[in-house]
């Protein structure tokens, strides 16, 4: 059973575009929903995060969009770079800390 | 200051063989997490450390895996009797406490095992 679904699964942006990527959880007793970008060879680094008591957040040209009542939570990349091209995944906590991941979003931005 | 390394970055094992993987937290953090990362998937939780004791390992798939945090710093994860399915992309995560600190899971690089 996947608690956090994620899509798409690939994603090819122009660049200055906007690329979102969307996710959604079963559980409503996550408390923490961060989005990680993750580099060919590298370990996930956090990108943005938010609680759920918090519709929206915005940090610089990355914003969390959450719907608690759809039980969906989206990222949204403004004037997207061929730098942030990267696979990027959504996950959910769980109380007492684990992450449970979505499949993940390989994201081109073409120059 | 310094983030979290694994060791080795890489490991080829033959079926059958035990092997162990090794994570060194940032310095201070707490709470310790194992995930696992299969090819083109999203890490999938393992194991996780509050100080010397693992306070969850119910991702642990089996009995041939096994981790330890002897003086709440470094950890090890140590699987019995490989798998050619077991091969995978360890990834160690820190987080500097739970219940409290910060939220943020800072993750290693990870080791990639492979399995022939």
């Known amino acids: 059973q996947q608690q956090v679904k994620q899509s798409p699964q690939s994603l090819i942006v122009q660049k200055g575009g906007i690329s979102i990527i969307n996710c959604a959880y079963e559980?409503?007793?996550?408390?923490?929903f961060p989005w990680y970008q993750q580099f060919p060879g590298k370990g996930p680094a956090l990108l943005i995060a938010?609680?759920?008591?918090?519709s929206e957040k915005k940090e610089g040209r990355f914003t969390i969009s959450f719907n608690k009542s759809a039980k969906q939570f989206s990222l949204h990349i403004m004037d997207s770079q061929p730098g942030d091209s990267a696979t990027y995944f959504c996950a959910a906590r769980e109380q007492g800390g684990k992450l449970i991941f979505g499949q993940g979003t390989e994201l081109s931005v073409k120059p | 200051g310094a983030g979290v390394s694994q060791t080795p970055s890489n490991k080829v094992t033959e079926k059958g063989k035990y092997v162990e993987l090794r994570c060194d937290p940032i310095?201070?953090?707490?709470?310790l997490y194992w995930y696992r990362q299969s090819l083109g998937q999203g890490p999938e939780f393992l194991i996780y450390f509050q100080g010397t004791g693992a306070a969850d390992d119910s991702g642990l798939p089996n009995d041939r895996f096994f981790a330890v945090r002897p003086e709440g710093s470094v950890s090890t994860l140590k699987i019995q009797r490989t798998e050619r399915g077991d091969s995978a992309v360890y990834l160690c995560?820190?987080?500097?406490?739970?219940?409290?600190?910060?939220?943020?899971?800072?993750f290693g690089p990870g080791t990639r095992l492979t399995v022939l």
């Open positions: 310095s201070g953090h707490t709470a």
């Open positions: 938010i609680r759920p008591d918090v």
């Open positions: 995560a820190s987080r500097e406490a739970a219940g409290g600190g910060t939220d943020t899971q800072y």
């Open positions: 559980n409503t007793a996550f408390d923490y």
